[in-house]
């Protein structure tokens, strides 16, 4: 179990579950690193919203 120090990504997803705008960095194994202020939304979001209809 990690500490509440140690957990960013539970903290981005609480600030985003919260209306805060947050940006997802993922690193990759091969040093690939994407950055996004969408994709965490899509966690939360209803899906006609999401698909924009």
């Keep these: 179990m990690l500490s ?3 957990d960013a990504y539970g ?3 609480y600030d985003c579950f919260r209306g805060k705008k ?14 996004s202020a ?3 939304r899509y966690y939360f979001g209803q899906v006609r919203e999401l698909a924009g209809t």
């Design 4 to 6: 509440d120090s140690q």
């Design 22 to 35: 947050v940006v997802e960095v993922v690193e990759r194994d091969d040093g690939f690193i994407h950055t």
């Design 11 to 13: 903290h981005q997803l």
């Design 38 to 40: 969408i994709y965490p």
